[in-house]
Structures are given as C-alpha cells and as structure tokens.
C-alpha cells in the first residue's frame, strides 16, 4: 500500500485536476490507517468533481459521476475518525449535497 500511495501521490503532483488520482490516494492512505491525509484527498476529488459536473461535457472528457461514492468514502473516514459532526453539521448543507447527486 505505501507504494500505491507513493504513486497515486505522484499522480496527483504531476496531474492535480485529476478527481480519480485524489480518491485513489484517499483509498491507499485509510488502507494504511492515515484517516486525516485521507479525508483531505477525499475533499480534494469531491471538489473537483463538483467544478466538473458545473462544465459541459468536452471531447474526450466525460463528467464525474462518481460524487456519491467519493462523498461515501469521505463519510465513512470522518465517521471512523472521530469527525461524525464534521460531516453535515448543517442539516441544509447535506441536502444541498444530495440535491447534487439527483442531477
């Protein structure tokens, strides 16, 4: 794992727009029990998959329809890190999050 982590850090360094890059950096980083890195990559992914789904589909690049799982995954880690209100402390914000999904 500390090698996909080295390598997904990379990735991230050299393409830092990539959404995939950064929740897969989130995966091997709560693999290897780093929960604070992790929901920080998991941040990063879901923030540019936001941007990404406000942009038209261009050739050769397809919108992020991940947002969902990349929003599961930050969960579970700030639930498993002792970060539970840190989630949606804000019933609305988690609403509008949702709202997000459905479009």
């Given at each position: 794992m500390a090698a996909a982590q080295r390598v997904y850090t990379k990735v991230t360094?050299?393409?830092?727009?990539?959404?995939?890059g950064w929740s897969s950096l989130?995966?091997?980083?709560?693999?290897?029990?780093m929960l604070?890195?992790?929901e920080a990559s998991y941040?990063?992914?879901i923030n540019l998959c936001?941007?990404?789904r406000d942009k038209s589909e261009t050739f050769?690049?397809?919108?992020?329809?991940?947002?969902?799982?990349?929003?599961?995954?930050?969960?579970?880690v700030r639930l498993n890190n002792g970060?539970?209100?840190?989630s949606y402390p804000k019933r609305?914000?988690?609403l509008i999050d949702f709202q997000c999904i459905a479009s």
């Open positions: 360094k050299i393409v830092p727009r990539f959404i995939y989130g995966n091997a980083q709560v693999a290897q029990g604070n890195d992790a941040s990063n992914s936001k941007e990404n050769g690049g397809k919108k992020c329809d991940d947002y969902y799982n990349l929003l599961l995954n930050r969960g579970v970060m539970a209100g840190v609305k914000s988690f």
